[in-house]
């Protein structure tokens, strides 16, 4: 009777092992292919980059291109990036230290911050969250020689909140990297930033936008991308 028992009893708990099985086996294989996002976009983003050839095309075709004397506002700007994979275990354990400048200018700084990438196991997506500078001026020129933030710590950033990590998608050879809708709000306004990673490519396009009609308060080149390529 014990041995009957016993068969019944093993053959219904076979089917739940086997499903918790595949479950692990499912939730492994997605954890390494975040993994796996996650070592590609750090080697893809690291370089320098600037959008010159963009740029002359603009003129070219006479589109506007913003200028420092208020000209051509609303149109593209000219931006130098550089993109370093840095070591900064107190920030966590993939980290990006990004700077950007007007023209290429140190004294006209368009976007400094540290980016930090990780793993959500739960929404199945890799998560870049935004942290700025307090001070905006200590750490520029930083990604010529890194060791001046290696010291660096999270009391010295002002982080974005989680609402405004931009989620990472994989479209075909690129990276799509949109924050979600008009969740990033602060105020009357919300921010929308969204950038798209290629091997050697980098676009970016951002703007700020009224949450009660929708309206856009500022933004350049008509919120369409910013075409950066990498510096051999």
């Not at 405004?164 to 969740?183: A, G, Y």
């Not at 933004?219 to 051999?232: D, I, P, R």
Request: hydrophobic content about 40%; some cysteine; aromatic content about 12%.
């Amino acid at each position: 009777m014990n041995f009957i028992r016993l068969f019944f009893v093993s053959h219904l708990l076979l089917p739940v092992f086997c499903i918790q099985s595949a479950l692990a086996m499912d939730n492994t294989d997605k954890s390494a292919g975040l993994a796996s996002q996650i070592s590609e976009i750090m080697t893809w983003w690291d370089g320098d980059y600037n959008n010159s050839v963009q740029i002359e095309q603009l003129l070219a075709d006479g589109k506007p291109v913003w200028r420092e004397d208020g000209t051509g506002k609303g149109g593209h700007i000219e931006v130098v990036s550089h993109y370093r994979p840095v070591t900064l275990p107190q920030f966590g354990d993939h980290v990006i230290y990004v700077e950007e400048t007007k023209h290429g200018d140190p004294n006209n700084i368009f976007r400094q911050r540290i980016y930090t990438l990780t793993a959500d196991d739960v929404a199945g997506v890799v998560r870049v969250k935004l942290w700025n500078f307090k001070d905006k001026k200590k750490y520029v020129g930083a990604w010529q020689d890194l060791s001046r933030i290696a010291t660096l710590m999270p009391d010295e950033m002002f982080p974005l909140p989680d609402k405004c990590d931009l989620l990472v998608k994989r479209q075909d050879n690129k990276f799509h990297m949109p924050m979600t809708n008009r969740d990033c709000a602060f105020g009357e306004n919300y921010f929308n930033y969204q950038v798209l990673l290629g091997p050697d490519t980098f676009w970016f396009r951002d703007k700020i936008v009224s949450l009660s009609d929708d309206e856009v308060v500022e933004t350049a080149g008509g919120f369409t991308y910013h075409k950066l390529n990498k510096v051999q």
